[in-house]
Structures are given as C-alpha cells and as structure tokens.
C-alpha cells in the first residue's frame, strides 16, 4: 500500500483543491507573460502537506526528510520535491559541500569516488533515521510535476544506495553520475551536490493523481476582493508555539570545553581521588545567563525571579528547586529532563524516578546518547569540538513549547549560527551558512 493511500480520500481531495487554488494563482509569480505552466512554491507544498495530512514538518536545513508522517506505530519520512516537466529528469537531493575535500580524494578511481559519495549520502540518511525514529525501508519521495494547465502527484521510494551493485560509473568534467541498480544517481563536483534521476516508469514510482489547474488571467484583484470580503470575520493569526536556540557549545569562548558541556563525560571523576570515568555519553547544554536575561519566561514564568529564590534557599541540599520538564525527541520519545546548576546553566536530561521502557532508569547520559551518539555518530569517548559540529551541519539546538505549557519542551537540531542570530534578534537560517 501506498503512503497516499493510508490518507483518508477526504484528505487527498483537500490537499488537491489547496494545490489547484496555488496554483491558479500563478501570475503574481510570473515575470514572463503567456507561459501557462502553474507555480508551487516548494514551502507552501511542505506546509500544505503538512497541515492536510497531520504530519509534522521536520526540515531543519539540508536534512534527508522534511515531513514525519505517522500511522499507528510505524514512522515515514517523507521528502517533498516539485519541478516542471513530467519527463524523466535529474533533481537535487542532497548538498555535500562541507564533504567536498574529502570526496576529491577518489577522483583518480571512479568506483571508489561513487562509493564514498554513496556512502556520505547513506551515513546522512541512516542519521536522520535515527533523528527520527524511522526504519529503513518505508520512507518516500512525493513530488509534483507541472506541466500546461497540469499538476501530477507522483511517489516513489526513498531508499539507501546499494553500495553492492554500484555500476554504470560515467565521469565528465562537471560530474560524475552512477547507478545502483534501483536508481541513478550524478554528482556535480561545482557545487558538491547529488542528483537523483525520477522517471515515473521507473523502481517503486507511482503515479498518484493528474488534475487540471486553472490559471487566473488577474489574481491580483481577485486577492483584493476576496480579502476585503473575509477580513471583517476571519481571526487574526497568533503565535501558539514559543521557541528557543542553545548553543552547542560555550557562548564565551566560542569553543566546545575540553570537560563540560558536550565533553560533561571527560570530567574529573565524580568521586574525588577515584579513577572511575564519568558515565558515557553524560552531557549538558550550556544555557549562557544572557539567554535568561534575554528570555526570562521561556522555561518557567520569569526565572530571574526563581534565581533569586533559588540563591537564597537554606534547605537541604538535595532539595534544591530545579526547573524540571519532559524533553519531547522527534523519534517520539519522551525524556524526563531539568535546568540545573549555577544560574541554572546546565540543560540536561535525568531523573532519579523515572524509568524508560526496558526498564532502565533515565540518566544525565539519555540526551547524550540521542544527541551525540545515534544522530551525530560520535564515537566512544570521543570529544567534541566546534568543528566537528559544523561538519555534522549543526552547532545549536531549536526548543519549542506551546504557548501556556511549561511541562514538555521539544527539541531538534539547528543549523549552525542559529544560536547568535537568534540573540541578536535576526532571523534565523532556515540552512546552515555553509
């Protein structure tokens, strides 16, 4: 079965009005007169997506899957792709610029040039696996061709490259391109990027619905009219979500420190005179004081207020207040997780309490492991630095909560210079500044 056919036909029959309805609308876009192909902007197809089919968007600059669909127990990332043309054609999949030094190590051998991009392309997919919750083999691409007066919905599969049956290798000066025997694939060595050609006759493609689009000569006054008319009675949007950016790494130095933060595990043992390491993966993110300074009521109603309570309290020690929440991980898992030091520095999953579902109780190493291990790929007792991040794509972390929920905060991967941005007041990139 399809993923399109797991929507309800209610569902599938309103995603296709909002695409017509964009689509009509095409002359605010066009520069060129008479050329009668629709328009979709490619984020209006995500949200739209999103929105119609209760997914969540996922997207965070550059990664493999912009929406996670659910359907009971099983997770599907879906990429979302548009173009004009429904023949046959090479599309853009994947950037790897930061790769590019590496990659142009195997120009000299073709095989071992397409086994390392296949494999930096697998190595970025399998994380996002992980980010995600997802397997390996129920994940699509669903796209849209435009043709005259036409759009088409297509899916196909979205699977890892076969690196047992790389073949068909062809080298120009420009780029490399390759096949798996699934799919074929070109490499431009320009601008780092990876191509996938999509052919609707091809491995796993379905053609999902063909429908008419009908352009207005004048949209234009007919978005004058149509907003007069509604503006009296509609509601005026509000923001429901409150978010947030940490660094990953010391908002002073600039660095990741040798023994704190990210490197919390490379501590001096816990126990002083004792050889015994810190537990594996036990980590925090550094919260800087300005950010509390900055946004005193993103982690409970006015902080510098409990700060204050907090510095004066006499009690027992290990009675001390904390700001304690659930981190929601966008694998679906769900993590009990405090403010704790200092100023309330340290961001950190652990709960004496509370159990996981092997029965395992949740440590201050829950965070690391998702973070720095499983979607990061850090090896064992491996420290981080700032450029290891930046090669990873990422050097901050979005939080975001709703909007009178103080008790679960979720959390995902940033792209790198979204901390700084997001205190100078200055929008953040939706893809890391490579």
């Known amino acids: 079965m399809s993923v399109w056919e797991q929507f309800s036909g209610e569902q599938r029959d ?6 017509q309805v ?3 609308l095409s ?8 050329d009668l192909i629709p328009y979709l902007d490619s984020k209006f197809q995500e949200t739209v997506f999103t929105k119609i089919f209760n997914g969540q968007n996922v997207d965070i600059g550059n990664t493999p899957h912009d929406v996670l669909s659910v359907f009971g127990n099983e997770r599907v990332g879906i990429g979302l792709k548009t173009w004009m043309g429904s023949k046959p054609s090479f599309q853009k999949v994947m950037q790897l610029k930061r790769y590019q030094s590496e990659i142009n190590e195997y120009r000299n051998d073709l ?16 994380s996002d696996y992980v980010r995600l919750g997802l397997s390996e083999d129920k994940n699509i691409y669903h796209y849209i061709t435009r043709d005259k007066g036409i759009f088409t919905v297509n899916e196909c599969a979205y699977p890892l490259i076969d690196l047992t049956r790389l073949n068909n290798f062809n080298l120009t000066q420009s780029a490399l391109s390759w096949s798996d025997g699934n799919k074929d694939y070109r490499y431009t060595f320009g601008d780092s990027q990876i191509w996938q050609k999509f052919d609707s006759n091809n491995y796993n493609t379905l053609i999902l619905n063909k429908f008419d689009v009908k352009i207005i000569e004048d949209p234009f006054s007919f978005l004058l009219k149509a907003y007069f008319d509604i503006i009296e009675t509609s ?17 002073e130095t600039k660095e990741v420190e040798e023994k704190s933060g990210l490197n919390a595990w490379n501590g001096a043992p816990k126990s002083k005179g004792s050889n015994t390491l810190r537990p594996l993966n036990e980590v925090y993110i550094p919260v800087p004081v300005e950010f509390h300074r900055k946004h005193p009521n993103f982690f409970t109603e006015n902080i510098l207020e409990f700060l204050k309570f907090r510095k004066s309290y006499d009690g027992a020690k290990n009675e001390k207040p904390e700001i304690r929440f659930y981190l929601q991980l966008p694998n679906g898992k769900r993590i009990p997780s405090l403010l704790t030091g200092d100023n309330m520095k340290n961001f950190q999953s652990g709960s004496n309490t509370e159990y996981d579902e092997s029965g395992k109780r949740y440590g201050q190493s829950a965070l690391g492991q998702w973070l720095l291990v ?13 450029e290891w991040l930046k090669k990873k794509g990422t050097d901050s972390i979005r939080l975001w909560r709703k ?12 792209p790198i210079g979204s901390f700084e941005k997001f205190m100078k007041d200055e929008p953040v990139p939706l893809e890391d500044e490579e």
């Open 235 to 251: 509601t005026v949007a509000e923001p429901d979500i409150v978010e947030a950016y940490l660094p990953l790494y010391s908002y």
């Open 403 to 414: 909007k009178d929920d103080y008790k679960t905060i979720n959390i995902d991967f940033a």
């Open 111 to 126: 095989h071992a040039l397409a086994y390392k991009i296949s494999e930096i392309k697998n190595e970025r997919m399998k």
């Open 22 to 24: 964009y689509g009509a």
């Open 374 to 386: 499983d979607v990061l790929g850090l090896k064992e007792r491996q420290p981080v630095t700032r």
């Open 27 to 34: 002359n605010l876009f066009r520069q060129k007169q008479g």
């Open 14 to 19: 309103e995603y296709v009005k909002f695409l």
